[in-house]
Nanobody
Framework: QVQLVESGGGLVQAGGSLRLSCAAN????????MGWFRQAPGKEREFVAA????????YYVDSVKGRFTISRDNGKNTVYLQMNSLEPEDTAVYYC?????????????????WGQGTQVTVSS
């Protein structure tokens, strides 16, 4: 029912920046809680950031606080992840996800829809 497409990934040097975008279809984008997750090689998928329906509140995993910023533009049906001061440990496939609920924003299985992912590689 909801299709998500990520873009903006690429190869950057440590200390650089990238901005990821996730475009969603549908007329009910503003009704969804949006999140970003990532999966590094050999690792489990982990929560990165989430934003409420209106964009008034945001949440982050401790390892990216102060470096990453999640935001959304409901008029464009798009959620963003601004990534600054990138580190090699940030290398992963990044996924955006959507859910109608709001509790347990950091739990993967609570999200209903997922994008295909975009690769972020940070060189040292």
């Amino acid at each position: 029912q909801v299709q998500l497409v990520e873009s903006g990934g690429g190869l950057v040097q440590a200390g650089g920046s990238l901005r990821l975008s996730c475009a969603a279809n549908g007329r009910t984008f503003s009704s969804y809680y949006m999140g970003w997750f990532r999966q590094a090689p050999g690792k489990e998928r982990e929560f990165v950031a989430a934003v409420t329906r209106s964009g008034s509140s945001t949440y982050y995993v401790d390892s990216v606080k102060g470096r990453f910023t999640i935001s959304r533009d409901n008029g464009k049906n798009t959620v963003y992840l601004q990534m600054n001061s990138l580190e090699p440990e940030d290398t992963a496939v990044y996924y955006c996800a959507a859910r109608s609920g709001s509790l347990y924003y950091d739990i993967e299985k609570k999200y209903d829809y997922w994008g295909q992912g975009t690769q972020v590689t940070v060189s040292s």
